[in-house]
Every structure is written in C-alpha cells, then in structure tokens.
C-alpha cells in the first residue's frame, strides 16, 4: 500500500472513529453523572445529550461531506456499545435498536446540513 492510500483510507477512518468515540463518551459520561442509570434514562440525555451529538456530526460531516449518515450510525453504534459496558442486557437489544435510529435523527438531520455546507465550501475553494 502506498503512502497516499495509507493516508487516505486513515482520513477515512478518522470520522467513524471520531463519530464513535463520541457517542461513546457522551453516553458514558451521562451514566456516570446520573448515577448509573442508562443513558437515554437520565433527564440530560434529550436536552443536553442530544444536541451535543448532533452538533459534533455537523462538524465531522462539515469536514467529511461524503454519506453523512455514515457518522451517525456509528455515533449510534458508540451509544450501544456504550449502554452495554454500563450493564444494560441484549434482551430488549431490537427495541433499543429501533429506539436508539429514532433518537438520532436529529444528528442525521445536523450530518446533513453539515454535509450540504461542506461540499459548498469545498466547490467555492
């Protein structure tokens, strides 16, 4: 593999991981601080959780325009991970799959208007 395509495919990776981590970290830090209930339970998650996640999208997708929804699904991902490390079951895993696109459409909504802007900057350059 070439030196361009090694920095390539690690710009590439840069935004799942960023997405991820950050998903990952917010869902944490949300447990944590209320106690050890789920995430998604604690009265920050809608009003602090949400719009924190939607606007780290609209960032990465602002700086990585191409399919957006690619970031939110693995900020998605993050949060899931996340509720299992905090001892959340499988059992109820396909609801809490339906649930967890529901609530991130908000950041699907951010990752496009983040993408939009993006790839207008991008033509203007």
């Known amino acids: 593999m070439s030196a361009d395509a090694a920095q390539a495919r690690g710009s590439e990776l840069f935004p799942y991981a960023a997405s991820f981590i950050a998903g990952l970290i917010v869902c944490l830090a949300l447990t944590i601080a209320s106690g050890g209930r789920e995430a998604v339970d604690s009265a ?5 959780a949400i719009p924190l996640m939607a606007l780290t999208i609209f960032g990465i997708s602002y700086v990585f325009p191409n399919r957006p929804a690619r970031w939110t699904l693995s900020m998605a991902a993050g949060q899931m991970i996340a509720m299992l490390l905090t001892g959340s079951g499988l059992s109820l895993w396909p609801i809490a799959m339906v649930a967890m696109l529901v609530y991130s459409l908000p950041q699907f909504i951010a990752g496009h208007f983040g993408s939009r802007m ?6 203007k350059a």
Request: aromatic share 18%; glycine share 10%; hydrophobic share 45%.
């Open 44 to 48: 920050a998650y809608f009003p602090i």
């Open 118 to 123: 993006g790839k207008r900057r991008a033509a």
